[in-house]
């Protein structure tokens, strides 16, 4: 686990000691956020080698801060290495403890250094969600991006944020009893983009409410997490979190192993292969060349074996089902997928195929029957209500595409397999209609999220 947002120097001795032992740490980001502060980070961060530190002006010192402290703050986050952002800064309107032109002022200079080191920033927002935006554009802060710490703020914020490339992390406050909309935001966070921090020794998670935070609590809030993600455990929330947090801060990482089998919510999914024969809008590996999907690197450079695939595998009974699903098309590599949904099937797994449904652009529709029996579950990507739509989103090289899709869904049913229709609810596509769609196929549904991958 990776605390992206505490600070250390505030926890109680017996709190800080718990933490600095405790293991399950991979890395804490700990804050400096004026000049006492600054200095307690570094030298936590150069004593202890699983501490970094950002290094930054708080909006509630605008008003004491002056242009020989900016100096002094860039020079040191240039001398020391362990330093891995500038912040936290940003705009807090709620409290007003700094005039608000200052606090400005102070943010934009912020921003400047941390364009000038190349370094990312950690973002205070409270009750200005539309001046913080106008200066992370104006600023161009979108050239280091960075991370909106502690955000509370609506989905609208979060999503512009998003488009600016900005990480959004979560503290304890999204287990209170009244953060009901907060949640539905978390929900809705690109998975690729979603932190995790205590803010410790604010903001115990609800369980320990009332208490001072520590490092240690930030389980409570993994707990929540996972069951606000879908298909996710805390496990899952831990690993994500982690490799997103060691992208942003420039941490020693392994994200971009390649990865043949991964787990996700004692589900083994099997990456068979990077080919896929559609284009869609709303895929990551479309958009921003980014194969990251809940803290695993989703690409390999060849496409695997079935002896590698069963090796990895092992036991696929200790799994709930073993699905094949990457970045790309499974049925393409039709006589593999046979070939381990048969090895699955014999060992007692279960075994889900997910498909964009254009199996009958390549193969004969005979084939299909010779999957009978090994696969229990087909889980076909429909994505639209109409043909006009599917094409907009999904982006085939065939006109008749959506045509072929419904004709995969009818006859997988027909053929008496499982059928689940899906799509995602990227702007455009009408879902309710769509599952409509689905339903008068004989298949099942399941609506996604845009940007919630895995």
Same mark, same amino acid.
């Given at each position: 686990m990776i605390d992206t947002h505490c600070h250390l120097d505030l926890l109680r001795k017996e709190d800080l000691e718990e933490t600095l032992r405790d293991h399950s740490f991979e @890395?804490?980001?700990?804050?400096? @956020?004026?000049?006492?502060?600054i200095k307690n980070a570094l030298r936590l961060s150069e004593e202890y080698p699983q501490v970094f530190c950002a290094v930054g002006f708080h909006p509630h010192e605008a008003d004491k801060v002056k242009d020989e402290d900016l100096i002094w703050l860039k020079d040191i986050a240039t001398a020391h290495p362990k330093v891995r952002a500038i912040g936290e800064m940003g705009l807090d309107f709620y409290k007003n403890y700094s005039d608000r032109k200052k606090q400005e002022e102070v943010f934009r200079k912020?921003?400047?250094?941390?364009?000038?080191?190349?370094?990312p920033i950690v973002v205070h927002s409270r009750d200005a969600e539309e001046d913080t935006l106008r200066v992370l554009k104006e600023e161009k802060a979108y050239e280091v991006g960075g991370v909106m710490h502690c955000?509370?703020?609506? @989905?609208e914020f979060m999503r512009a944020c998003v488009d600016l490339g900005f990480y959004i992390s979560y503290s304890g406050i999204i287990t209170y009893p009244n953060a009901g909309a907060l949640r539905e935001v978390v929900r809705r966070t690109p998975t690729a983009r979603?932190?995790?921090?205590?803010?410790?020794?604010?903001?115990?998670?609800?369980?320990?409410?009332?208490k001072p935070n520590k490092p240690p609590y930030i389980r409570y809030t993994a707990e929540v997490m996972a069951q606000l993600i879908p298909n996710c455990s805390p496990e899952d929330v831990d690993r994500t979190t982690s490799q997103n947090a060691k992208l942003l801060f420039n941490l020693t990482t392994d994200e971009k192993k390649e990865t043949i089998t991964y787990v996700i919510n004692n589900k083994l999914y099997i990456n068979l292969t990077n080919k896929c024969n559609l284009h869609c809008t709303f895929c990551q590996r479309e958009r921003e060349r980014n194969f990251m999907v809940k803290g695993y690197w989703v690409w390999v450079?060849?496409?695997?074996?079935v002896e590698e695939v069963i090796r990895e595998m092992g036991d696929p009974k200790r799994y709930d089902e073993i699905v094949f699903c990457g970045y790309g098309e499974p049925t393409i590599r039709f006589s593999v997928l046979k070939d381990i949904a048969k090895w699955v099937k014999d060992q007692g797994g279960k075994v889900r195929v997910d498909t964009n449904g254009l199996m009958f652009t390549f193969l004969p529709k005979e084939r299909l029957k010779e999957l009978k029996g090994l696969v229990d579950v087909w889980s076909v990507s429909l994505n639209a209500q109409d043909k006009d739509t599917y094409n907009r989103v999904c982006r085939p090289t065939q006109e008749d595409a959506f045509e072929r899709v419904l004709d995969f869904i009818k006859t997988a049913i027909k053929e008496g397999f499982e059928v689940i229709a899906t799509a995602v609810d990227y702007p455009g596509v009408d879902m309710k209609k769509t599952e409509e769609l689905a339903k008068s196929l004989g298949a099942k549904y399941r609506g996604r999220m845009y940007e919630v991958v895995g």
């Amino acid at each position: 686990m990776i605390d992206t947002h505490c600070h250390l120097d505030l926890l109680r001795k017996e709190d800080l000691e718990e933490t600095l032992r405790d293991h399950s740490f991979e @890395y804490l980001i700990t804050i400096g @956020y004026d000049r006492k502060t600054i200095k307690n980070a570094l030298r936590l961060s150069e004593e202890y080698p699983q501490v970094f530190c950002a290094v930054g002006f708080h909006p509630h010192e605008a008003d004491k801060v002056k242009d020989e402290d900016l100096i002094w703050l860039k020079d040191i986050a240039t001398a020391h290495p362990k330093v891995r952002a500038i912040g936290e800064m940003g705009l807090d309107f709620y409290k007003n403890y700094s005039d608000r032109k200052k606090q400005e002022e102070v943010f934009r200079k912020q921003i400047a250094i941390a364009r000038a080191l190349g370094l990312p920033i950690v973002v205070h927002s409270r009750d200005a969600e539309e001046d913080t935006l106008r200066v992370l554009k104006e600023e161009k802060a979108y050239e280091v991006g960075g991370v909106m710490h502690c955000f509370t703020g609506s @989905y609208e914020f979060m999503r512009a944020c998003v488009d600016l490339g900005f990480y959004i992390s979560y503290s304890g406050i999204i287990t209170y009893p009244n953060a009901g909309a907060l949640r539905e935001v978390v929900r809705r966070t690109p998975t690729a983009r979603v932190l995790i921090e205590t803010d410790a020794p604010f903001l115990a998670p609800q369980p320990v409410r009332g208490k001072p935070n520590k490092p240690p609590y930030i389980r409570y809030t993994a707990e929540v997490m996972a069951q606000l993600i879908p298909n996710c455990s805390p496990e899952d929330v831990d690993r994500t979190t982690s490799q997103n947090a060691k992208l942003l801060f420039n941490l020693t990482t392994d994200e971009k192993k390649e990865t043949i089998t991964y787990v996700i919510n004692n589900k083994l999914y099997i990456n068979l292969t990077n080919k896929c024969n559609l284009h869609c809008t709303f895929c990551q590996r479309e958009r921003e060349r980014n194969f990251m999907v809940k803290g695993y690197w989703v690409w390999v450079s060849r496409d695997p074996t079935v002896e590698e695939v069963i090796r990895e595998m092992g036991d696929p009974k200790r799994y709930d089902e073993i699905v094949f699903c990457g970045y790309g098309e499974p049925t393409i590599r039709f006589s593999v997928l046979k070939d381990i949904a048969k090895w699955v099937k014999d060992q007692g797994g279960k075994v889900r195929v997910d498909t964009n449904g254009l199996m009958f652009t390549f193969l004969p529709k005979e084939r299909l029957k010779e999957l009978k029996g090994l696969v229990d579950v087909w889980s076909v990507s429909l994505n639209a209500q109409d043909k006009d739509t599917y094409n907009r989103v999904c982006r085939p090289t065939q006109e008749d595409a959506f045509e072929r899709v419904l004709d995969f869904i009818k006859t997988a049913i027909k053929e008496g397999f499982e059928v689940i229709a899906t799509a995602v609810d990227y702007p455009g596509v009408d879902m309710k209609k769509t599952e409509e769609l689905a339903k008068s196929l004989g298949a099942k549904y399941r609506g996604r999220m845009y940007e919630v991958v895995g």
